[in-house]
């Protein structure tokens, strides 16, 4: 066998192989996923934790420059009885800090807002929220780097506050 007819040969069941693998499949049924409901906290149940997650800050108005900052809270009730995170009634205050942990900007999120801000993702009810800021507002931390703590108030009292920050960078495109 020459030399070319061996390298196609080899290209050949390389290429078998590597279609025989792709093509694999499982022929059973597939079974839906199932929530365990006792997990899930009931609706009178109040938040005890909470999480938080930021964004990059993004230029929503066009001007090169960072003035949104999108968020996503997740409330639970007692996390070693309930898995799945829950909405309740009441106000969340977010603070923006410069590295030196000193408040740079804080907005609170209540009422018909709180409630327009409530989605399902994947980890369950949560809420999606776009802080807004002038680059005025915010001086000039190291790096552009800064932090967002949360805290919520529940219409029922119970107040809770994040167990950390999310850090964000406010950098001009410029």
Do not use: H
Not at 133 to 159: M, T, W
């Amino acid at each position: 066998m020459r030399r070319g007819s061996r390298v196609i040969a080899v290209l050949i069941g390389a290429g078998a192989f590597g279609a025989a693998c792709v093509g694999c499949v499982s022929d059973g049924p597939t079974r839906p996923v199932r929530v365990d409901q006792s997990r899930r906290p009931p609706t009178s149940a109040l938040p005890t934790e909470m999480f938080l997650a930021a964004s990059q800050a993004v230029d929503l108005d066009g001007d090169n420059l960072p003035d949104t900052i999108p968020v996503t809270v997740y409330l639970f009730a007692d996390p070693s009885r309930f898995t799945t995170p829950l909405w309740a009634d009441g106000s969340f205050t977010f603070v923006l800090m410069d590295n030196a942990g000193v408040p740079v900007k804080d907005w609170t999120i209540s009422g018909d807002r709180q409630r327009g801000g409530r989605l399902v993702l994947a980890p369950g009810p949560g809420y999606a929220f776009d802080l807004t800021l002038s680059p005025r507002e915010v001086g000039g931390s190291e790096g552009g780097l800064y932090s967002i703590a949360s805290s919520f108030e529940a219409s029922g009292g119970a107040s809770i506050r994040t167990r950390g920050t999310a850090t964000v960078r406010l950098s001009t495109g410029r």
